[in-house]
């Protein structure tokens, strides 16, 4: 989705929609009592759309333009055809909920739905009929103070350029300035960071964006808020590449997990009943260690009788349903834990846990597995704390071979923004930069 839609380019892409559907003639917006005229202030031709901006809703990750949308059309002189004149316009209101979801304006901006539309009769001087449609549409614009704090340096440089006033003097004290800064640097980096910037930027902040899944070699990287890597089908998706090695995790129909652009930070797949799996095709990741590390930024909505949303399972040899299920991270609805992660044993057997999150909404989870001195672990691990573990003395971890994965289906509405896994173990070093690649990106 297009990042930081304007208000005047909202009102562009409807009136793009109004030129490119065939029962609209005429595109206007403004106040109500402007209804009549077209954007150029001329008499409309009917059918005709008019936006009425009515309020705007800023939260912390998105921007929620709540407009009026009235589509009419001119009644004749009899009255005989107002039957007509709502049902045509109530096509055109749908159409337009069409492209918003599954059209050319569902990389602009959302309209969640449902959505009431009120039918009027004999409105207006013009004795017009239609559907008057209450519209939030719902642009990504996240509330960021960044470019302020850029734009107060400028400012600060004027106090300095007064002092060469009595530069004859000062200009020494200047020089020892230097001198100072290392002490100085944790609270006057705002004004000192144009000169200064060389030496604290590398240890503050180029290094946690550096790091990311790809930085520990993980064997993929699926990430549901890059749009670029998706494709969707009427509010599905129905393929997600693979970060890592460009690999299409592919839905075998096109009811995939659900594409919300409304999701944490504008998107997210949401496991819904009987949703087909994104599954990468056998023969793709074939190496395989001791152990592996799955992360996920997750949300489970706990609501409603359809549980049992899968996060991620996989399978091996053959592939499913014939291959043998290795490890799966799902929602069982079967309190007292929601939750539970299983990892298969060598000679048969799983070894499986149960978890509940600490925090309701969104959250980052592990899940590692591996062995150690002839046992096995299982742990679970949330923001960066254990939170559930298990054990099997004198076993070892299945051994893999052409491995498939399958991920966001069945039933529930579990979110999930990101997921990633690593074929081996990774060190709680690792481990906590992976959380902090997390938590900074949410």
Known sequence: MELYLTYHKVLDKLEQFQ???????????????DFGKN???QTVTYPYL????????????TTTYQLSTIFADRLNENLDNEKDAVSDMSLAARQLLSEIWRGNLQDYFDAPLPVNGQPFMERFNDY????????????MEDIN???????????????????????????????????????????????????????????????????????????????????????????????????????????TTLSGPLYNPIGYLGVSGMTTENAAPLENPLGTYTAHHNGFTWFG????????????????????????PTGTRFFF???LNNPPNVFYANARLNGGGSL??????????????????????????????????????????????????????????????????????????????????MFNYLNNKY
């Open 128 to 139: 017009v009929a239609g559907v008057a449609l209450d519209l939030n549409l719902v642009v």
């Open 39 to 41: 954007v150029s202030g």
């Open 50 to 61: 008019f936006v009425v901006p009515l309020s705007v809703s800023y939260d912390q990750n």
């Open 145 to 251: 103070a960044c470019e302020q704090w850029i734009a107060v340096t400028p400012s600060v440089t004027p106090t300095v350029t007064s002092t060469p006033q009595t530069t004859p003097q000062v200009t020494p004290t200047t020089t020892r300035t230097p001198s100072v800064t290392p002490t100085l640097t944790q609270t006057s980096t705002p004004t000192a960071s144009v000169g200064s910037t060389p030496q604290p930027t590398p240890t503050q902040t180029s290094t946690p964006p550096s790091v990311n899944p790809a930085s520990f070699n993980a064997l993929w990287w699926i990430d549901f808020t890059d749009a670029s890597t998706l494709t969707t089908n009427f509010g599905t998706v129905s393929q997600a590449m693979d970060k890592i090695a460009s690999v299409a995790f592919t839905a």
């Open 297 to 320: 930024f997750i949300d489970d909505d706990n609501v409603g009788p359809q549980r049992g949303g899968c996060f991620v399972e996989a399978y091996d040899g053959t592939g499913f």
């Open 352 to 433: 499986q846990v149960g978890f509940d999150l600490s925090t309701t909404g969104w959250t980052s989870i592990a899940v590692r597995a591996y062995e150690q001195s002839g046992d096995a672990y299982l742990e679970v691990w949330e923001n960066n704390s254990l939170i559930s573990s298990g054990t099997t003395a004198s076993a070892s971890l299945y051994t893999l071979t052409d491995q498939q994965y399958r991920l966001m289906f069945d039933g529930g509405l579990d979110g999930n923004t990101e997921q990633f896994y690593f074929d081996k173990k990774l060190n709680d070093s690792q481990l906590s930069q």
């Open 19 to 33: 030129q490119n559907y065939c029962c609209l003639n005429s595109f206007g917006y403004g106040n109500l009592v």
């Open 329 to 331: 991270v799902r929602d």
